[in-house]
């Protein structure tokens, strides 16, 4: 065997999509159990402040392979592509001796530059791609598969293992289609949760004053705004209201958690594979999501907004080599920091290029020397399909700085309708759930400059451009 293997470890990263960190009960959630993604997190470690960069499909996937922030790789919103010559941790780990495999969820454009490059082998659902009998794109060939995609992307996933060259460490992203809307479940979790009702988030009720004009504007509210596909039937003609609100809360919560119970199922498929062919200790295991998702949090569902529901992704991580188990970090980690970290692990050198830090040394629960203590955020999709104003901004430890510039920017997929800019200021220790901007309160004086300072100061450092609002 070469020996250099026994020293980098295999790499496993197991990715969901819209799976909501409040959605794992090793986080705590109030109206799920997830057994086999919790065995991660307690022969590991759980990161309780991971955040996305840009909380939206693409994007975020774009920043996990390059290390970098969306507006150096181009991928800004869900219409833009990947374009395949960049360089990313596949690539780099391939050309150092790594077997790599993309199977899953891509969602970063089909044809030419946009496959998936850098990988040995790749499948991968053609954009948002089917539960039920879904095709693939396999090396460039279309194949149909038959069964529950979940169910089929594990079990790729681990022929791909069985095949593999043993004399080589191997890297597998391991991408699931679930959660995501229209959140379908496979036959044998179909009817969990038919006799409880799912607790409802604490500001199911939003009414969205005290903030800014764009939570208003979202167009992504329970009541409102899910669809007959969502929710599979018409609702009773006799609801209305609250009552209403409530039973289209539970339609939507139920499948939503069904959709997860076959992720945590065949989580455990992959991990129990990896026990029985003794690579568990050589193997570094990860579980995380694209993003956050709101679960009916201020009456809403999807993502998009810097808020902390979508802001924050699930980051568990196994390495019985290196990794001591049942840490808890609340260190913040971004998904541009995943590529550098991966690479430090496999013993290759992080290019310039990268904008991520590795966290090698909060993994081995050591406390780093020094750590961010604020991070930076934007989403560009202006006025796209739920109707989120573009906006930027960054998260300390105790605040949270939000400005809706508002402007699509020439954007792809974005709304040319330039709203007013506006600001947010969350006081997190004070307000865990942001329903009070205090940005106008005189009391914040002090805190708007210096966050207004550290915003200006991470711009720089990533190299984004502040917005330039004539008006003001």
């Known amino acids: 065997m070469n020996t250099r293997s026994v ?24 109206i799920n159990t997830t057994p086999n993604i919790d065995r991660i997190a307690e022969e590991g470690i759980r990161f309780d402040q991971c955040f996305c960069t840009n909380s939206i499909c693409t994007p975020s996937r774009a920043s996990i392979l390059t290390g970098t922030y969306n507006h150096v790789n181009g991928v800004k919103t869900l219409s833009d592509r990947l374009d395949g010559r960049q360089l990313t941790v596949a690539k780099l780990l391939k050309e150092d001796g790594y077997q790599t495999a993309m199977i899953g969820k ?31 794109i396999e090396m460039g060939k279309n194949i149909k598969e038959e069964g529950y995609a979940t169910d089929i992307i594990t079990d790729k996933s681990i022929g791909w293992i069985h095949k593999r060259d043993k004399d080589k460490p191997f890297f597998l992203m391991c991408h699931h289609k679930a959660p995501h809307r229209p959140w379908i479940p496979d036959h044998k979790h179909a009817h ?3 006799d409880i009702d799912i607790p409802e ?24 705004d ?44 992959l991990l129990d ?13 990860i579980y995380t999501s694209d993003q956050g998702f709101f679960l009916g ?75 961010r203590t604020s991070m930076y955020y934007r989403y560009w999709m202006h006025m ?41 200021l969350f006081d997190l220790k004070k307000d865990p759930y942001e329903m009070i901007n205090v940005y106008d309160d005189p009391d914040y004086e002090r805190v708007v400059q210096v966050l207004k300072q550290e915003l200006d100061r991470l711009q720089q450092e990533v190299g984004d451009e502040p917005y330039n609002y004539k008006g003001e």
């Open 7 to 30: 020293t980098r470890p295999n790499i496993v990263f197991i990715m969901s999509d819209d799976h909501a960190a409040h959605a794992i009960s090793s986080y705590g959630s109030k």
């Open 106 to 136: 891509w969602h970063l454009g089909h044809g030419g530059e946009s496959d998936p490059t850098g990988f040995d082998y790749w499948s991968v659902l053609p954009g948002q791609g089917d539960y039920f009998d879904p095709n693939f």
């Open 192 to 194: 969990m949760y038919e």
């Open 201 to 224: 988030p604490e500001t199911f009720h939003d009414d969205y004053s005290n903030r800014a004009s764009a939570a208003a504007a979202a167009e992504m509210r329970i009541d409102r």
């Open 226 to 269: 899910l669809t007959k596909t969502d929710l599979k039937m018409d609702p009773p003609e006799h609801l209305e209201g609250a009552a209403l609100k409530s039973w289209k809360y539970q339609r939507y919560i139920k499948d939503y958690l069904r959709c997860i119970a076959s992720v945590d199922d065949n989580v455990g498929r």
């Open 273 to 285: 594979y990896l026990d029985d062919e003794g690579l568990s200790d050589d193997t570094m295991v």
């Open 297 to 371: 949090d201020h009456g809403w569902y999807d993502k998009r907004f810097m808020y902390e529901e979508s802001l924050q992704m699930p980051f568990v991580v196994r390495y019985p080599r290196k990794i001591p188990a049942g840490q808890v970090s609340n260190h913040m980690v971004l998904n541009v920091d995943f590529a550098p970290v991966f690479l430090d692990y496999a013993g290759i050198p992080i290019p310039e290029s990268i904008q991520g830090v590795s966290f090698r040394s909060i993994l081995e629960g050591e406390e780093p020397k020094s750590w």
């Open 384 to 424: 796209s399909e739920h109707n989120v104003y573009a906006h930027y901004g960054i998260r300390t430890d105790q605040y949270k700085l939000i400005y809706y510039y508002a402007d699509a920017l020439g954007s792809a997929g974005a709304t040319d309708e330039p709203k007013t800019p506006e600001w947010e």
